[in-house]
T-cell receptor, first 114, second 112 residues
């Protein structure tokens, strides 16, 4: 298993600003993923964070809006840029030792944009 | 396009009862299926993972079954306790390198 520390746990931000969310895993993992969970909705995959290369984004998500870093096998960041109220959501990072084996999740970041 | 549906969206049962949560998926060609638990304001905790070649997995009071041909999975919780109150999500993947598709979850409330 893996323990994932995610921070901040929540934040209230002003429109037009940016927020960077950090995830630290207690062991080396191959794959890290960033999800968004909007109220009453299921989890939606934003991107897969690849160590040593650019993140792979899902349809509807772009690097300029959600830049991701993955400097090593235990750490990743997601930035929500130029925020608007529509970005208010829970953001979750997850990790798996190999793709699509058991997923482990951080505790999530509750983001509110005013 | 794979779609995952969970019914009911919410469920309240008295403590001590056995209960079943349902998950259905439209594409039966899956690699594995996972059940997760999410507590309010928290991340997800993996409960059970069933590979496509398996029919069920058990962990304590939890039992998950998988019927690929009918596109269904159930999560059985025995002797429910108030601590079981949470949202339960199921998720499927098509293959080893494909993304995981989540259902919207079932919000379970166990009444003391």
């Amino acid at each position: 298993s893996a323990v994932i520390s995610q921070k901040p746990s929540r934040d209230i931000c002003q429109r037009g600003t940016s927020l960077t969310i950090q995830c630290q895993v207690d062991s080396q993992v191959t794959m890290m993923f960033w999800y968004r969970q909007q109220p009453g909705q299921s989890l939606t995959l934003i991107a897969t964070a690849n160590q040593g290369s650019e993140a792979t984004y899902e349809s509807g998500f772009v690097i300029d809006k959600f830049p991701i870093s993955r400097p090593n096998l235990t750490f990743s960041t997601l930035t929500v840029s130029n925020m608007s109220p529509e970005d208010s959501s829970i953001y979750l990072c997850s990790a798996a030792g190999t793709v699509n084996e058991k997923l482990f999740f951080g505790s999530g970041t509750q983001l509110s944009v005013l | 396009k794979q779609e995952v549906t969970q019914i009911p969206a919410a469920l309240s049962v008295p403590e001590g009862e056995n209960l079943v949560l349902n998950c259905s998926f439209t594409d039966s060609a899956i690699y594995n299926l996972q059940w997760f638990r999410q507590d309010p304001g928290k991340g997800l905790t993996s409960l059970l993972l069933i590979q496509s070649s398996q029919r069920e997995q058990t962990s304590g009071r939890l039992n998950a079954s998988l019927d690929k041909s009918s596109g269904r999975s159930t999560l059985y919780i025995a002797a429910s306790q108030p601590g079981d109150s949470a949202t339960y999500l199921c998720a499927v993947s098509r293959n080893r390198d494909d993304k995981i598709i989540f259902g919207k979850g079932t919000r379970l409330h166990i009444l003391p």
